[in-house]
C-alpha cells in the first residue's frame, strides 16, 4: 500500500471509521511515531457512539510526518450471523479524505467476531 501524502502546511488531520453496513463495531486507533513503537496517540471508541467516527489529531500536519496510524476492530451482528459487513478506515487533512482508504470487508458470525488483523496507514 502506497504511504498517505499530508500538506505540512495544510490544515488539521483526523482519522475516520466509517460503517457501510448493519453492524456493531468497537475499534482502536493508535497514532505511532515513524519509529513504530512510540505512542503518540490512542483513540477507543464504538459505533453506537458515533458512525461515522471521526477523530481530529492533537497536533499540526508537519508533527506526523512519517508516523502510522493503525487500527484494530471487533464487530458485532445484531441481527444474529451471516450478514455482510464493509467498515472504511481513512485518513482526512480539511475534512477531506485521502488516499488510500482502507476498506474492510467480510460476513458476520453468530456472536462477537474479532478482526484480528491491524490495518495500517502511513503519512
Given at each position: 500500500?502506497?504511504?498517505?501524502?499530508?500538506?505540512?502546511?495544510?490544515?488539521?488531520?483526523?482519522?475516520?471509521?466509517?460503517?457501510?453496513?448493519?453492524?456493531?463495531?468497537?475499534?482502536?486507533?493508535?497514532?505511532?511515531?515513524?519509529?513504530?513503537?512510540?505512542?503518540?496517540?490512542?483513540i477507543?471508541?464504538?459505533s453506537?457512539?458515533?458512525?461515522?467516527?471521526?477523530?481530529?489529531?492533537?497536533?499540526?500536519?508537519?508533527?506526523?510526518?512519517?508516523?502510522?496510524?493503525?487500527?484494530?476492530?471487533?464487530?458485532?451482528?445484531?441481527?444474529?450471523?451471516?450478514?455482510?459487513?464493509?467498515?472504511?478506515?481513512?485518513?482526512?487533512?480539511?475534512?477531506?479524505?485521502?488516499?488510500?482508504?482502507i476498506?474492510?470487508?467480510?460476513?458476520?458470525?453468530?456472536?462477537?467476531?474479532?478482526?484480528?488483523?491491524?490495518?495500517?496507514?502511513?503519512?
Amino acid at each position: 500500500m502506497k504511504d498517505i501524502i499530508i500538506n505540512p502546511n495544510g490544515g488539521k488531520i483526523s482519522v475516520s471509521i466509517k460503517l457501510k453496513s448493519m453492524v456493531v463495531s468497537g475499534y482502536e486507533i493508535i497514532i505511532y511515531k515513524p519509529d513504530q513503537t512510540t505512542i503518540i496517540e490512542k483513540i477507543e471508541g464504538n459505533s453506537d457512539t458515533s458512525d461515522p467516527f471521526i477523530y481530529e489529531l492533537l497536533y499540526s500536519p508537519s508533527f506526523y510526518k512519517d508516523c502510522y496510524a493503525t487500527c484494530a476492530f471487533a464487530i458485532s451482528d445484531p441481527q444474529g450471523g451471516g450478514n455482510d459487513y464493509e467498515i472504511e478506515f481513512s485518513l482526512n487533512q480539511d475534512a477531506i479524505q485521502l488516499n488510500p482508504v482502507i476498506n474492510i470487508t467480510g460476513k458476520t458470525t453468530i456472536g462477537k467476531v474479532v478482526d484480528d488483523e491491524i490495518y495500517c496507514l502511513k503519512f
